[in-house]
């Protein structure tokens, strides 16, 4: 299987299978439109005579010779040999949580999947005793894995951040005894920061999220505090502080585009220009009905928006300044394991969501899904028969995902927006698929760009 479309004056070809992607010429291209395995020893005639309109046919002979010995050396129309990997796509031990310290924010974001922090729930903050228990939990049933991934969310996990320090500082205390050690990391909207929270944060997490949509207008239209008012002026000058402070540590500021601002673009670089040169602005998913819901209505537009953002990036590397845009960010020459290519992120298997009251769900936007949850800590249940649910399902247990070009990039997609908007962890969101696809065309295209400009290519 291959995928061939055209960007910003590339001919970009990706060998589905292999993972290789080729940047052709104009003859090589047309040509890929009329040929596909089994390969004759000579071009068809019919092929010839169609293409020699635009070609002469010597050249269209010779370019058939190098798609056969393309193919022939498997980095062209290769087969797929990851199918069988999917056997190994079994439980494995938990290395993942994301722990709702707070089912609680003193935001109101319109978007919110969470209902505004409460996740429909009621708002109730994680006690420590919780926390230990998921600590706990997490240790017991991480196998021999040594490196452990735990992740502070809400809600706004800073209106319970005394149970954070605490959790952390019991994390730590058991390390050495499993052998283990902890990453922390912890998503928050800002409001609540100040010095001490900064200082522990930077010297406790290795990865911190800061949540705002982009530029002023757009951010507070959305993200508003509880008397409606809106938060950007407050949160902007607090992250700044943190990322200074920061050094080479990771963060990235995360937003939301919608209906409202196609235009997300102009998002991308206000927060470059506020300083941050580690950014990711998302597309809100969400019922169709809502006002600010993008639709198929919009998607050429979106198309259109990644592909402007994909050519401001370019110019403004050419400028010698440099940031990364994470829905761009993509590694050909190494990549994912296989069984990481085919199943994804790891909701419910390796990975789980822990609530205040201690139940146990594949992630946190399972939350509240009363069919999906998984146990829970106070009464010691963990339903090992959902873990093997998820551990089985990857892109060859999804028949839409597994005549897909994107199949190895997006490993089928998220299982939640699976659930929620197609009734099935294994039927694709067709929507987000569309949109993940038209940044994978946009993610190639800049490598390709970037290994052009080196003089790779």
């Not at 002026?233 to 080479?248: A, C, N, Q, S």
């Not at 991308?268 to 809100?284: A, M």
Request: glycine residues 8%; hydrophobic residues 35%.
């Amino acid at each position: 299987m291959i995928h061939k479309y055209k960007l910003n004056g590339y001919n970009i070809v990706l060998d589905v299978n292999s993972g290789g992607v080729h940047v052709v010429d104009d003859i090589t291209y047309d040509l890929l439109d009329n040929v596909e395995p089994p390969f004759e020893k000579e071009c068809p005639e019919k092929v010839v005579e169609k293409l020699s309109r635009f070609y002469p046919v010597e050249d269209i002979n010779s370019c058939y010779s190098e798609i056969v010995e393309l193919y022939n050396d498997k980095i062209l129309f290769s087969e797929d040999d990851y199918e069988k990997y999917a056997k190994y796509s079994v439980i494995s031990p938990v290395k993942a949580m994301c722990l709702n310290i707070a089912h609680d924010c003193n935001l109101r974001c319109r978007y919110c999947f969470a209902e505004t922090g409460d996740f429909g729930g009621g708002r109730k903050l994680m006690s420590f005793d919780t926390g230990k228990k998921a600590i706990d939990f997490l240790l017991e049933n991480s196998g021999d894995r040594e490196n452990l991934e735990l992740d502070f969310f809400g809600g706004e996990p800073l209106m319970n951040f005394d149970v954070v320090k605490q959790i952390v500082e019991y994390a730590r205390s058991r390390e050495a005894e499993y052998g283990k050690r902890f990453r922390f990391t912890i998503t928050t909207n800002g409001v609540l920061l100040d010095d001490d929270k900064i200082d522990f944060i930077n010297k406790e997490m290795s990865n911190v999220v800061l949540s705002v949509d982009g530029r002023k207008s757009v951010n507070d239209s959305m993200r508003k505090r509880v008397d409606g008012t809106g938060c950007y002026d407050t949160i902007i000058p607090k992250f700044k502080k943190l990322v200074e402070k920061r050094g080479d540590k990771e963060y990235y500021v995360r937003g939301t585009f919608t209906k409202y601002n196609l235009d997300f673009s102009e998002d991308v670089f206000s927060l470059y220009n506020e300083g941050f040169d580690q950014i990711s602005v998302e597309p809100v998913v969400c019922a169709s009905d809502l006002d600010y819901a993008i639709t198929e209505k919009e998607l050429s537009e979106v198309f259109k928006e990644y592909e402007k953002l994909s050519a401001r990036i370019l110019e403004n590397e050419n400028s010698g300044k440099k940031f990364n845009f994470f829905h761009f960010m993509l590694d050909l020459d190494q990549g994912p394991c296989a069984i990481k290519r085919l199943r994804g992120c790891g909701c419910g298997n390796d990975y789980v969501a822990v609530t205040p009251d201690g139940d146990i769900f594949p992630c946190h936007q399972f939350v509240g899904v009363d069919e999906y949850k998984m146990g829970n800590l106070n009464d010691g249940t963990f339903n090992t028969d959902i873990k093997k649910e998820f551990a089985a399902a990857h892109v060859y247990s999804k028949p839409e995902c597994k005549q897909c070009w994107a199949k190895f990039y997006c490993s089928g997609g998220c299982n939640a927006n699976n659930y929620v908007y197609s009734g099935d962890i294994h039927n694709a969101h067709k929507f987000t698929c569309q949109l993940e696809k038209k940044r994978l065309e946009c993610a190639i295209m800049l490598k390709a760009v970037r290994l052009d400009r080196e003089g790779k290519l």
